[in-house]
């Protein structure tokens, strides 16, 4: 069964840093893009970053670059989302899925987790 599974939210005060992490069961992460999306209430959901099956390349949204560095461990089979200097706009439910910025009805999703920057 193929699943998807973050964990790593939590409440942050602006300017700390999360890590999240997307485990994947019942296939290979590095045979597929992964990207990390999120949604704030009544907002759209967005791509945040994504990274390449084919050479690793990484990919990040304007307004997380250079604060965001997404990353693969073949070795768990696993995709993490490091986040720095966060800001109250970064709160959201953060998702993982088999998709890079755009995706479609076939993808897979996790469930979410909720990322709070505030003081």
């Known amino acids: 069964q193929v699943q998807l599974v973050e964990s790593g939210g939590g409440l942050v005060q602006p300017g700390g840093s999360l890590r999240l992490s997307c485990a994947a069961s019942?296939?290979?992460?590095?045979?597929?893009?992964i990207g990390w999306f999120r949604q704030a209430p009544g907002k759209e959901r967005e791509g945040v970053s994504c990274i390449s099956s084919s050479d690793g390349s990484t990919y990040y949204a304007d307004s997380v670059k250079g604060r965001f560095t997404i990353s693969r461990d073949n070795a768990k089979n696993t995709v993490y989302l490091q986040m720095n200097s966060l800001k109250p706009e970064d709160t959201a439910v953060y998702y993982c899925?088999?998709?890079?910025?755009?995706?479609?009805?076939?993808?897979?999703w996790g469930q979410g987790t909720q990322v709070t920057v505030s003081s």
């Open positions: 019942g296939f290979t992460l590095d045979a597929y893009e």
């Open positions: 899925a088999t998709a890079c910025f755009q995706f479609s009805p076939g993808d897979y």
